[in-house]
Every structure is written in C-alpha cells, then in structure tokens.
C-alpha cells in the first residue's frame, strides 16, 4: 500500500506550513489516514440493507446531521435529560466509516444502530453499500462558509497561528479544488447524480435549510430514515425538543464540546463548534474572491439547480 501511496499525486499546504500532506486518488484529495481506512472499507465492510450512510464533506454540517440522526433513532432509548449527547462528542456517537469498522460490525450483531457516517466521495463508496441499497443522507452547504470553515478547523487543528496562515492562499488552494475530501463541487456531485438515479434512496439537505426550519427538516430527516414521528410524539415535543438538544447554542455551550478532550486524540472537541453562522464568510472575501468562487460554482454545479451561493 506505501507502494501506491508512492503513486499518488500529493500536495503540502502552504498555508498549513506543510503540516498536512494531501494525496489525491480517484480524483479526490485527503490525508493518508483516510486513504487507509477507504481501502481498508472496501475490504472489510459489508454494509446491511438497514445501514443508513450519514455522508457529507467535511465542515459542511457533519456534526449537526450526526447529531440530529443520532437524537432521531436513539429516542425511545434516551430523552434529552439522558442524551449521551450530553456528555459525549457528537462525532464518538456515530462510528465513522473510514476509522471505526470495528465499532460497525459491533452495531451489525446487535442490529441496534443503523448509522454510519462518511466523507468518502460517492465514487469511493463501497460496493456493498450500492449492492444494500442502503439509504443516504449527504448534507451541503454554501461553498463561501465551507472555505472558511475549512481554513479555521484544519489551521487550528494544526496549530498553525492565523498570522502565518493567510487566508487567501486556503481560498486559491480551495478554488483549485484541493481541500479535505475536494474538490468540494465533484464531491457534490457524485452524490447528486446518485439522487437523481434513486431518488427514494438518496436525501439530500441543506445546512441553511436546516437553520432556516430545523423542524420541517428534521421531521423529512427521520420519515426519510425510517424513524417518523407519530402525531403523539409531534404534539409532545418531541421533534422541537431534539432540535433544541441539537442546537449550536445548546451543543457548543456543553463542557464537553468546551473542554481540551480531543477527538481520536488528534483534534480538540472545540474544533467541531466555532460559530455556526451562516453568512460569515462576509468577514473573510474581498468582492473579487466572491466573484471567483460564485463564478466557479455556477460553472461547476448550474446543472445541479443546487443552490450554494
Ligand atoms: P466535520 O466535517 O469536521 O465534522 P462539520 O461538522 O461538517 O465538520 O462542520 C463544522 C461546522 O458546523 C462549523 O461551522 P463554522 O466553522 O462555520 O462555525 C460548526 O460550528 C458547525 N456546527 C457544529 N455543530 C453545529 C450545530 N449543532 N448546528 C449548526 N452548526 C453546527
């Protein structure tokens, strides 16, 4: 495999300080770890019919649906006073595919937990997922916000101070398609075709749809996922009650979410909560950076209808 690495086109961010080295295969660029754990997939994961992929490209609002679909199927186990969400970073909830089969193939014997989250492009999907016919949910979210999300978490992540990490080299970076698991509108892509050809099998929400009516969104999340709310529960509260124990304001407050635990410790929980708004990419483009990436996603994804602006 070290071999193959050799093989692949790999790129060191300048304005990561050559922390990160990126390779790039079947035209997608991540770090050798999840390369490893995408071929280690294909080898061993056999995906059930009842597995439900929670897919997205990273900083486009994977925490939130994993929290969310989390909160949705775990219901009648937990309530929002129980929630491990409480104490537990939302990512170690949900095994994710490229690093946790283990954690998979426990949940397939006990056959009590479907999910199953992912940054593998769709290309790279395993083929047992299609041979399942499992379902998917890919969350997106407007590019402009992705970039600056990206630029803060990796740069943080790698404790490169923002003095030395300009902002507009992440941009170029970006708009070349080099990104974590980009080119950010190919990613995009795979999956929108996918729901194209199996629309009943493929979900497809917006991060700013979410915000706008987490509740709308939320009750489409769980019908779609094979967990919909009965009217009881919808005149309960039960749906706004998840929405609230998923929201930014309540998660990022946790001191789980606050404190220095890190994720596989790599990556300090905080990392997943930074502000949450949408629109600030504002504080970050000069007027010809927004025209470039508008310009460059009408070209890339018009045929999409997606909106990303
Ligand atoms: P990941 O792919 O590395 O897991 P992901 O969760 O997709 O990251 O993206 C993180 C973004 O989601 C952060 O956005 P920001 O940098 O613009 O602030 C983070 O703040 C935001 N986020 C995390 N949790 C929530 C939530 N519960 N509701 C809304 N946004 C959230």
């Not at 295969?25 to 439900?52: C, I, M, R």
């Not at 186990?77 to 939302?90: G, R």
């Not at 946790?254 to 600030?280: P, T």
């Amino acid at each position: 495999m070290e071999d193959m690495f050799k093989t692949f086109p790999k790129h060191n961010c300048s304005w990561l300080k050559g922390k990160i080295t990126w390779y790039k295969n079947q035209d997608f660029w991540f770090p050798h770890l999840f390369h490893l754990g995408g071929f280690s997939v294909h080898q061993n994961y056999k995906a059930e019919p009842s597995d439900v992929l929670l897919c997205s490209c990273p900083k486009t609002g994977t925490t939130w649906l994993k929290g969310l679909a989390f909160s949705i199927v775990t219901r009648e186990k937990f309530d929002p006073s129980t929630s491990p969400l409480l104490t537990t970073l939302t990512h170690e909830c949900v095994p994710f595919l490229e690093l946790d089969l283990d954690k998979i193939e426990h949940n397939h014997k006990n056959s009590t937990f479907p999910l199953v989250a992912t940054h593998l492009p769709y290309p790279s999907l395993p083929e047992s997922v299609l041979d399942a016919n499992c379902k998917i949910v890919y969350i997106y979210r407007n590019t402009k916000d992705v970039v600056v999300s990206h630029y803060h978490y990796l740069r943080e992540a790698l404790k490169v101070p923002v003095e030395d990490s300009p902002f507009v080299e992440a941009f170029e970076e970006f708009c070349e398609g080099i990104s974590y698991y980009g080119p950010y509108w190919d990613h995009i892509l795979g999956y929108w075709k996918a729901s194209l050809e199996r629309p009943d099998r493929v979900l497809f929400l917006k991060y700013e749809d979410l915000k706008t009516d987490p509740t709308t969104n939320v009750k489409k999340l769980a019908e779609f996922i094979g967990y919909p709310f009965s009217i009881e529960e919808e005149n309960a509260g039960v749906v706004e009650n998840i929405v609230k124990l998923c929201s930014f304001e309540h998660l990022s407050s946790l001191e789980v979410n606050k404190s220095a635990g890190k994720l596989r410790k790599i990556v300090e929980n905080r990392l997943y909560y930074r502000k949450a708004k949408v629109g600030d990419w504002e504080n970050y483009f000069t007027d010809e950076m927004k025209e470039k990436i508008d310009r460059l996603m009408d070209e890339k994804l018009s045929v999409t209808g997606l909106v990303l602006k």
